[in-house]
């Protein structure tokens, strides 16, 4: 239980820490914002003051107002889930604007973070189980796709797929054409369709680094006393690799999960790019090309709830799977 | 238990008579960059229900020797000449170095078990105790239901003098001297004819040192195995054992009876060792074997 | 050094890429022609003249890429020395000071670790019109030194407690002589891996960034190449000669650190050394009994401790 609550606790810090940069990021830069994001909405639309007022809540302007009066009105503002109005969209809010595309992230990245993970770890337990064998000489090139930029492993998927051998469409998440979104086979077969290649990018490019973490956790449990004892024991070779071995070898994978979710997040938002995918990423490009800083602090402060969000849950499923953690705290 | 104690004049050895393990001219090398030979044309025979003490320094392959007997040996080491055989209690003869695939693993642990040095890392710290004890019965009693199978870890438990509720526990919440003491029950669990203690007492305190020797010796009287004791301890050894082998550089020195290994050392490492340590009682004279467990008693 | 690393095929083939860049990314801007220079003959293939073609306006691509790798791998130095130095502040010197200073510096590493850092650079970046090559080189150090303090500073709690480094301070050594003479250089490989992930983050980083158009005003790099190729549809056109050397060079200069850092993880831990698939089969093991078998020196390590 303490373990829970330190953990609550922290990512409770971590909350703070990203709505607090939220607020600060547009205070802190050189120009006024809000003139500018106000402007432009005046040449889509009438700009009522009880919107431009919302706007310097957001972003800050030269109120009147001590700097900790603006603080709480924008934590009221966010508690409220009211996040501003987009330009680049308008007069659509911002958080329609997130609620319609961050599912599509969310399927995306999650989905395939979720393959890459478990693909990862399975295929490094192999490696380091069976080393020098086949798939652990797959690891240095597999390590080198890690290196390659995701945007242009899509880039180059998309070229040869796409355009080349034409078995992938080039860009969108679902037939816009044929298919009407909602819980219908066809609509579903189409985003698995257009899904697969920016998951394959995905999977592809995040597969290697889990792959030889697990590797080299299974290399240094093996030669631990416990597997030593198990075999002692004459426990079938496969139940030593999978509850002996690789049980205590992942444990360092999943506590290592938000360093490298970060990562695969970043990638896969460049990524979407490329993919022309309806999802947040390509959303926060066109909120930077048309200057639509609401709609790029709402988004950013979305993504990083996602991600504080997986890490929560990442770190409770580790209080579950290593029993040490619970005592410990 | 007469039959341990040292042979009467006209009586024939133990171990001559009634061998449980013959281990034949065993040598093992590590095949790395230099080939070294950790363990050189071996041969000891251990008797049914005999103690015997193996002891030597650091690197002089008693745990390699150990290892070698049970198969456990991983690359660069391997066995390069000489044989194990074990006679099992129903009279067959099994050839431990042609044992293959599942016939190994099912060999390992009924016959012989295995107690390994420092208690902490045997036990697999992400799994309860339960599990662990349970994994033997799930190898090689697959038939058991589940009922017996956890009533059966219950009672292995307390044998060792662990509460039966600590089943559930993890490793690291227990102690030292009860992971040990748990790693014994494990050892015992299906009742094996050898059981192989590498080092068993050697990261544990000395008071808990003396208890789980209490332990074995108890144990070992009442089931009748044979114990394989490797330590560097050979006071120790002298207090516990039937016979001890001392080994030096791959290669069994001097093996004599307990007594007559104290008190006639032939070989001079033998010497040397035996005067490498204090005397426990303070005089020399207080050999220990014979009075048994009361001696461990007043130790303490 | 104590120990460098020994000169594998996997070093040499990383060192001799890395290599090739450095030289190229000093000399090549030197030989080549004006990268900006445009020219009626937009987007032509490879030719004499164009040895790796033009881009939609003429330029010529080679002169670009030339630029481009000198202004990538300045970024990837820049950001990758802050790095190290962000993270070994934090993490070493927290873990060496220990108590209140050690709890607020690793708190703040990991909420800096669990704040996903690209999309923060990406909002950063779009509120400055004018940006130069060292403030995008600030930003993405500030937003990625996280993981490798954490790192470090595990290790650093590890060392700190080795008996020779609580006999030196016993013995009443000055705090930053310890630090710098018995715990820094037990550190230097792992710093060293830390500052080559630094350098491959930087470069992806950057490229990301700039890809997206974020990229310092005016610079030429990598990305910024991806960038306009992206822009001119050249993926569409099959103007491979365009995309394919910048993104192909960031995998490539990628790879060859990520073998160098192989090399230094083979020193930190020694037990990932030596099993080549060649060596296993020096050892001709067969049988079931290998499937098993997988520690080499397990019996050896216990003899040592026995």
Same mark, same amino acid.
């Given at each position: 239980?303490?373990?829970?609550?330190?953990?609550?606790?922290?990512?409770?810090?971590?909350?703070?820490?990203?709505?607090?940069?939220?607020?600060?990021?547009?205070?802190?830069?050189?120009?006024?914002?809000?003139? *500018?994001?106000?402007?432009?909405?005046?040449?889509?639309?009438?700009?009522?003051?009880?919107?431009?007022?919302?706007? &310097?809540?957001?972003? !800050?302007?030269?109120?009147?107002?001590?700097?900790?009066? *603006?603080?709480?009105?924008?934590?009221?503002?966010?508690?409220?889930?009211?996040?501003?109005?987009?330009?680049?969209?308008?007069?659509?809010?911002?958080?329609?604007?997130?609620?319609?595309?961050?599912?599509?992230?969310?399927?995306?990245? $999650?989905?395939?973070?979720?393959?890459?993970?478990? @693909?990862?770890?399975?295929?490094?337990?192999?490696?380091?189980?069976?080393?020098?064998?086949?798939?652990?000489?797959?690891?240095?090139? @597999?390590?080198?796709?890690?290196?390659?930029?995701?945007?242009?492993?899509?880039?180059? @998927?998309?070229?040869?797929? $796409? @355009?080349?051998?034409?078995?992938?469409?080039?860009?969108?998440?679902?037939?816009?054409?044929?298919?009407?979104?909602?819980?219908?086979?066809?609509?579903?077969?189409?985003?698995?369709?257009?899904?697969?290649?920016?998951?394959?990018?995905?999977?592809?490019?995040?597969?290697? $680094?889990?792959?030889? !973490?697990?590797?080299?956790?299974?290399?240094?449990?093996?030669?631990?006393?416990?597997?030593?004892?198990?075999?002692?024991?004459?426990?079938?070779?496969?139940?030593?690799?999978?509850?002996?071995?690789?049980?205590?070898?992942?444990?360092?994978?999943?506590? $290592?999960?938000?360093?490298?979710?970060?990562?695969?997040?970043?990638?896969?938002?460049?990524? &979407?790019?490329?993919?022309?995918?309806?999802?947040?990423?390509?959303?926060?490009?066109?909120?930077?090309?048309?200057?639509?800083?609401?709609?790029? *602090?709402?988004?950013?402060?979305?993504?990083?709830?996602?991600?504080?969000?997986?890490?929560?849950?990442?770190?409770?499923?580790?209080?579950?799977?290593?029993?040490?953690?619970?005592?410990?705290? | 238990?007469?039959?341990?104690?040292?042979?009467?004049?006209?009586?024939?050895?133990?171990?001559?008579?009634?061998?449980?393990?013959?281990?034949?001219?065993?040598?093992?090398?590590?095949?790395? +960059?230099?080939?070294?030979?950790?363990?050189?044309?071996?041969?000891?025979?251990?008797?049914?229900? +005999?103690?015997?003490?193996?002891?030597?320094?650091?690197?002089?392959?008693?745990?390699?020797?150990?290892?070698?007997?049970?198969?456990?040996?991983?690359?660069?080491?391997?066995?390069?000449?000489?044989?194990?055989?074990?006679?099992?209690?129903?009279?067959?003869?099994?050839?431990?170095?042609?044992?293959?695939?599942?016939?190994?693993?099912?060999?390992?642990?009924?016959?012989?078990?295995?107690?390994?040095?420092?208690?902490?890392?045997?036990?697999?710290?992400?799994?309860?105790?339960?599990?662990?004890?349970?994994?033997?019965?799930?190898?090689?009693?697959?038939?058991?239901?589940?009922?017996?199978?956890?009533?059966?870890?219950?009672?292995?438990?307390?044998?060792?003098?662990?509460?039966?509720?600590?089943?559930?526990?993890?490793?690291?919440? #227990?102690?030292?001297?009860?992971?040990?003491?748990?790693?014994?029950?494990?050892?015992?669990?299906?009742?094996?004819?050898?059981?192989?203690?590498?080092?068993?007492?050697?990261? #544990?305190?000395?008071?808990?040192?003396?208890?789980?020797?209490?332990?074995?010796?108890?144990?070992?009287? +009442?089931?009748?195995?044979?114990?394989?004791?490797?330590?560097?301890?050979?006071? #120790?050894?002298?207090?516990?054992?039937?016979?001890?082998?001392?080994?030096?550089?791959?290669?069994?020195?001097?093996?004599? +009876?307990?007594?007559?290994?104290?008190?006639?050392?032939?070989?001079?490492?033998?010497?040397? #060792?035996?005067?490498?340590?204090?005397?426990?009682?303070?005089?020399?004279?207080?050999?220990?074997?014979?009075?048994?467990?009361?001696?461990?008693?007043?130790?303490? | 050094?104590?120990?460098?690393?020994?000169?594998?095929?996997?070093?040499?083939?990383?060192?001799?890429?890395?290599?090739?860049?450095?030289?190229?990314?000093?000399?090549?801007?030197?030989?080549?022609?004006?990268?900006?220079?445009?020219?009626?003959?937009?987007?032509?293939?490879?030719?004499? %003249?164009?040895?790796?073609?033009?881009?939609?306006?003429?330029?010529?691509?080679?002169?670009?890429?030339?630029?481009?790798?000198?202004?990538?791998?300045?970024?990837?130095?820049?950001?990758?020395?802050?790095?190290?130095?962000?993270?070994?502040?934090?993490?070493?010197?927290?873990?060496?000071?220990?108590?209140?200073?050690?709890?607020?510096?690793?708190?703040?590493?990991?909420?800096?670790?669990?704040?996903?850092?690209?999309?923060?650079?990406?909002?950063?970046?779009?509120?400055?019109? %004018?940006?130069?090559?060292?403030?995008?080189?600030?930003?993405?150090?500030?937003?990625?030194?996280?993981?490798?303090?954490?790192?470090?500073?595990?290790?650093?709690?590890?060392?700190?407690?080795?008996?020779?480094?609580?006999?030196?301070?016993?013995?009443?050594?000055?705090?930053?002589?310890?630090?710098?003479?018995?715990?820094?250089?037990?550190?230097?490989?792992?710093?060293?891996?830390?500052?080559?992930?630094?350098?491959?983050?930087?470069?992806?980083?950057?490229?990301?960034?700039?890809?997206?158009?974020?990229?310092?005003?005016?610079?030429?790099?990598?990305?910024?190449?991806?960038?306009?190729?992206?822009?001119?549809?050249?993926?569409?056109?099959?103007?491979?000669?365009?995309?394919?050397?910048?993104?192909?060079?960031?995998?490539?200069?990628?790879?060859?650190?990520?073998?160098?850092?192989?090399?230094?993880? /083979?020193?930190?831990?020694?037990?990932?050394?030596?099993?080549?698939?060649?060596?296993?089969?020096?050892?001709?093991?067969?049988?079931?009994?290998?499937?098993?078998?997988?520690?080499?020196?397990?019996?050896? /390590?216990?003899?040592?401790?026995?």
């Amino acid at each position: 239980m303490r373990f829970v609550l330190q953990k609550l606790g922290f990512y409770a810090v971590a909350l703070w820490a990203a709505v607090t940069l939220d607020f600060l990021i547009p205070r802190l830069m050189p120009g006024n914002p809000v003139d *500018q994001l106000v402007s432009k909405l005046a040449q889509k639309g009438q700009v009522t003051p009880e919107t431009r007022r919302a706007i &310097e809540l957001l972003l !800050g302007a030269d109120l009147d107002q001590p700097l900790w009066q *603006q603080y709480l009105g924008f934590w009221g503002q966010i508690a409220r889930g009211d996040l501003g109005r987009s330009v680049a969209y308008f007069p659509a809010s911002v958080s329609d604007m997130i609620g319609q595309t961050l599912p599509w992230t969310l399927g995306l990245i $999650g989905l395939s973070t979720i393959i890459s993970f478990l @693909l990862g770890v399975g295929l490094g337990t192999f490696a380091g189980w069976k080393r020098g064998s086949w798939v652990d000489n797959l690891i240095p090139s @597999l390590t080198m796709l890690q290196s390659v930029p995701y945007f242009w492993l899509a880039l180059i @998927l998309l070229y040869v797929f $796409g @355009l080349i051998l034409g078995v992938s469409p080039l860009n969108g998440g679902y037939d816009p054409w044929n298919t009407f979104p909602g819980w219908n086979w066809a609509f579903i077969q189409s985003v698995i369709y257009y899904g697969t290649l920016p998951a394959i990018t995905i999977v592809v490019s995040s597969v290697g $680094g889990w792959m030889l !973490g697990m590797r080299n956790m299974m290399v240094s449990t093996l030669s631990e006393d416990y597997i030593l004892t198990a075999e002692a024991k004459g426990i079938h070779p496969r139940r030593i690799m999978r509850a002996y071995a690789a049980r205590n070898a992942v444990l360092p994978s999943v506590a $290592g999960f938000a360093i490298s979710l970060g990562f695969v997040v970043a990638g896969s938002i460049v990524a &979407e790019v490329v993919f022309s995918y309806p999802g947040i990423g390509n959303m926060l490009l066109q909120a930077v090309n048309s200057n639509d800083y609401a709609l790029m *602090q709402g988004i950013f402060l979305v993504i990083t709830l996602s991600v504080l969000g997986a890490n929560l849950l990442v770190d409770l499923l580790y209080g579950v799977i290593d029993p040490r953690t619970r005592a410990r705290s | 238990m007469t039959a341990t104690l040292p042979t009467t004049a006209g009586r024939a050895p133990r171990h001559e008579v009634d061998p449980v393990l013959e281990i034949t001219d065993l040598s093992i090398e590590y095949q790395a +960059e230099k080939v070294v030979r950790a363990v050189d044309h071996v041969s000891l025979t251990l008797g049914r229900g +005999e103690v015997l003490g193996l002891a030597g320094e650091s690197g002089c392959g008693k745990s390699t020797l150990a290892y070698g007997i049970n198969r456990l040996l991983k690359t660069p080491a391997v066995v390069t000449g000489g044989s194990v055989m074990f006679h099992s209690r129903e009279g067959h003869t099994i050839d431990v170095r042609a044992l293959e695939g599942d016939d190994l693993r099912f060999f390992r642990w009924e016959k012989i078990s295995m107690v390994f040095q420092g208690a902490m890392n045997s036990l697999n710290p992400v799994k309860k105790v339960r599990d662990q004890l349970e994994d033997v019965f799930t190898t090689h009693r697959p038939d058991l239901g589940k009922k017996v199978r956890r009533e059966r870890c219950g009672e292995l438990l307390e044998r060792v003098g662990v509460d039966r509720n600590r089943l559930n526990a993890y490793p690291h919440e #227990l102690s030292g001297g009860m992971r040990q003491r748990v790693m014994i029950a494990m050892a015992m669990a299906l009742d094996p004819q050898v059981m192989i203690m590498d080092e068993p007492t050697t990261a #544990l305190d000395v008071v808990v040192q003396r208890e789980i020797l209490r332990e074995i010796t108890r144990l070992r009287s +009442e089931l009748g195995f044979a114990v394989v004791f490797i330590t560097h301890d050979l006071p #120790l050894l002298l207090e516990i054992s039937d016979r001890i082998a001392v080994m030096r550089e791959g290669r069994i020195v001097e093996l004599a +009876e307990a007594l007559t290994l104290y008190t006639q050392p032939q070989h001079d490492y033998t010497k040397t #060792l035996l005067g490498s340590f204090p005397s426990l009682t303070g005089e020399r004279g207080g050999f220990v074997r014979d009075t048994g467990s009361t001696h461990a008693e007043e130790i303490r | 050094m104590r120990n460098l690393p020994p000169l594998t095929p996997k070093l040499l083939v990383g060192l001799t890429i890395v290599g090739a860049f450095v030289l190229w990314g000093i000399v090549g801007p030197f030989v080549v022609a004006d990268p900006s220079g445009i020219d009626n003959i937009g987007l032509s293939a490879p030719s004499a %003249d164009h040895l790796l073609g033009t881009t939609q306006t003429g330029q010529d691509v080679l002169a670009q890429f030339a630029h481009a790798t000198r202004g990538s791998l300045i970024i990837g130095l820049v950001v990758g020395v802050l790095t190290l130095l962000l993270s070994a502040f934090f993490g070493v010197v927290g873990a060496y000071v220990g108590g209140w200073v050690d709890e607020g510096f690793s708190l703040f590493s990991n909420v800096m670790l669990v704040i996903p850092g690209l999309p923060l650079v990406i909002i950063i970046s779009s509120y400055v019109t %004018d940006k130069s090559v060292w403030l995008v080189a600030g930003v993405l150090a500030i937003t990625s030194w996280a993981g490798s303090a954490r790192v470090l500073r595990g290790f650093t709690l590890s060392v700190r407690s080795r008996d020779y480094v609580l006999a030196a301070r016993v013995a009443g050594e000055r705090p930053w002589r310890v630090l710098l003479v018995e715990i820094l250089p037990n550190l230097v490989p792992l710093l060293a891996s830390q500052a080559v992930f630094g350098i491959i983050f930087a470069i992806l980083g950057e490229a990301g960034l700039s890809f997206l158009g974020l990229g310092a005003t005016g610079s030429f790099t990598w990305g910024t190449m991806l960038y306009y190729a992206q822009n001119s549809l050249a993926l569409m056109r099959g103007a491979w000669w365009w995309f394919i050397p910048p993104g192909l060079s960031i995998a490539l200069f990628g790879a060859a650190l990520a073998l160098i850092n192989f090399s230094i993880d /083979e020193i930190i831990n020694p037990r990932l050394r030596d099993h080549t698939r060649a060596v296993t089969k020096r050892w001709q093991v067969t049988g079931p009994s290998s499937g098993t078998a997988v520690e080499g020196a397990a019996p050896a /390590e216990k003899e040592a401790t026995a």
